[in-house]
């Protein structure tokens, strides 16, 4: 995660230092990004925001499970964290790792509403640890 975060920033930093100028509009307006540095600044925003859903999902269900279900949720947590950056990352020989932001944020968002939901189910009904394997 450390490294797909800092080859990530790395990304965006070009990306912003190119764009200059164009890059203070994007600040402005998502909507409706003019190029292809204007999208990777807009969506390492959505990302951003995506990964901070996630670790306030995690935390929250964390504190709701037993220490063997605890146990069960960092493991699966971090396989999913490696399976997420080895699909949403490619290597290219003279560029290094090229990150997929739209994978990235369309996968931590989907973590993030399963893990929400695990926190529901531990609210209403109780926790169910064996759905953590999923």
Not at 66 to 86: D, I
Request: with cysteine.
């Amino acid at each position: 995660m450390q490294r797909m975060l800092r080859n990530f920033t790395a990304a965006v930093l070009v990306a912003a230092g190119m764009t200059a100028g164009g890059t203070a509009q994007a600040q402005n307006n998502c909507n409706t990004p003019g190029n292809s540095f204007e999208d990777v600044y807009c969506l390492s925003k959505v990302f951003v925001k995506a990964d901070d859903d996630l670790n306030v999902a995690y935390q929250k269900l964390l504190k709701r499970l037993s220490p063997r279900a605890q146990a069960t949720l960092r493991r699966t947590q971090r396989a999913w964290v490696s399976a997420r950056n080895t699909d949403c990352t490619a290597t290219d020989s003279k560029m290094g790792d090229i990150i997929y932001i739209g994978c990235a944020v369309d996968r931590t968002t989907a973590r993030t509403n399963f893990l929400n939901d695990r926190y529901r189910e531990c609210i209403s009904s109780g926790c169910q640890p064996a759905k953590l394997n999923e």
